[in-house]
């Protein structure tokens, strides 16, 4: 009988870190150091390549997002980072072949080239870094890939070449099989240390691992120029949770002013928070008689991120409206093995099977996945937000003529919501909901 190894993809999308930090980890070796990932130029950020695999990520994530919500019985508090999924399943790809090559591609809506040619620019387009005046980071976007190798596996050294130069990939070698705590306690140092301590989780990969793929991510970013925190309102308010119970006199964070009005979806409502670089926090709040399982859709996803057009402006009346939103602070993660959901929701079925799947692009070993965990925290608090996927963007409010009429509203997220956190691009960084407070 064969023995299948098991390749586990690890996926770890989550937050803290203002710089990312390479050292040596013992029970584990640095084999080489991957091509550094350069900002993307303003050509390659407007791009029909871009466009193409950025529209591809938000398709996914709006799909995940909602599968692993109905998984979770459209109940409960969580967030999800799709696009370290996405990347994850991208490494994956590169290397598989066959079937298995063709099931991945098809769940990440690309082709070949798009893949080969893409990943880089969505990776690229995700970084970012801004300090403030005195020089310090103020607010930032990191991503790390790696690959972890068992030192008895056979790796195709092309493959792992393209992983390093096309997918920015650190090679890892450790020993899973002989030294199993070992190789545990590197990837958790390794983990740790690129979330600055925010994720410290021993992933107990098995003796029988040979191949581990892994994203990290993390963001950070402030709400206001020089970290002015944001004021609570002068009133609390009763938060209707997602049961129908109340969470009385909460006190709610006062956002800043944004030009536009609230959206109105029909059985919901919309509006965003930006932070001082951009990143957007995109609110869906069911209207009453709607629950947030109602509206937190791959539809309503969707359509909340393609919207670009508030209606700022009423030329007939020659006003000007402002909209701020009136939110909790709130904390949410997930932790769970997402296999069942890519498997069944997506239809990768190869990459999971002993004797069918081929990852023969980068080994000879029989292997198969047999896992694929998925870790993320998000805080949103008066200081800004923090967590796995947050996306970092700066962008230009426009401004209001002098001599029209200056309308300002609220837009009061008092029940439980759903939400989609994107970077200037809206590229999906976070999605998830919050039931309870």
């Not at 890892?172 to 301590?197: P, S």
């Amino acid at each position: 009988m064969k023995r299948f190894v098991a390749v586990v993809l690890t996926l770890i999308f989550f937050a803290v870190t203002f710089v990312l930090v390479s050292c040596a980890e013992e029970n584990a070796v640095l084999l080489s150091t991957p091509v550094k990932a350069e900002t993307l130029s303003v050509a390659d950020r407007y791009s029909q390549q871009t466009s193409e695999i950025l529209a591809a990520a938000n398709a996914f994530a709006a799909k995940f997002s909602d599968k692993v919500y109905t998984q979770l019985g459209r109940k409960g508090n969580f967030t999800v980072a799709p696009v370290s999924v996405y990347m994850a399943m991208s490494l994956a790809a590169e290397c598989a072949a066959g079937s298995t090559r063709t099931e991945l591609l098809n769940a990440l809506g690309v082709t070949d080239s798009q893949l080969e040619n893409g990943f880089s620019t969505l990776y690229r387009s995700l970084l970012s870094e801004n300090k403030d005046g005195l020089g310090k980071v103020a607010s930032c976007l990191e991503l790390s890939n790696s690959v972890w190798t068992d030192d008895g596996a056979s790796v195709k050294q092309p493959c792992a070449d393209k992983l390093a130069q096309n997918y920015f990939c650190y090679p890892y070698m450790t020993d899973f099989d002989g030294d199993n705590d070992g190789a545990n306690e590197a990837i958790r140092r390794f983990v740790k240390e690129r979330t600055h301590g925010l994720i410290d989780k021993n992933f107990q990969l098995s003796e029988s691992t040979l191949i581990a793929l892994m994203n990290v991510l993390y963001l950070k970013d402030i709400w206001n120029d020089g970290g002015i925190d944001l004021d609570f309102d002068d009133v609390t308010y009763d938060f209707v949770n997602g049961d129908g119970s109340i969470a009385g006199s909460t006190s709610f964070l006062r956002g800043n002013y944004l030009s536009g009005r609230a959206f109105d979806g029909g059985n919901y409502r919309h509006f965003y928070a930006k932070t001082e670089h951009g990143y957007k926090l995109k609110f869906i709040v069911p209207k009453q008689g709607y629950s947030v399982a109602d509206v937190f859709t791959p539809e309503t996803i969707a359509e909340v991120n393609a919207l670009s057009d508030y209606g700022a402006d009423d030329a007939d009346s020659n006003t000007h409206y402002k909209t701020r939103c009136l939110f909790p602070e709130f904390d949410v993660g997930y932790d769970s093995d997402v296999l069942p959901v890519l498997q069944r929701d997506f239809g990768i079925n190869g990459l999971f099977t002993p004797d069918v799947c081929d990852l023969s692009s980068l080994t000879d070993d029989d292997v198969f996945c047999n896992v694929v965990q998925h870790v993320t925290k998000l805080t949103v608090n008066r200081k800004g937000i923090e967590g796995a996927a947050v996306t970092v963007a700066g962008i230009a409010e426009s401004t209001a003529p002098d001599d029209w009429d200056i309308v300002e509203e609220n837009f009061v997220v008092d029940r439980a919501f759903g939400f989609v956190l994107t970077d200037k691009s809206d590229t999906v960084i976070f999605c998830g909901v919050v039931y309870n407070l």
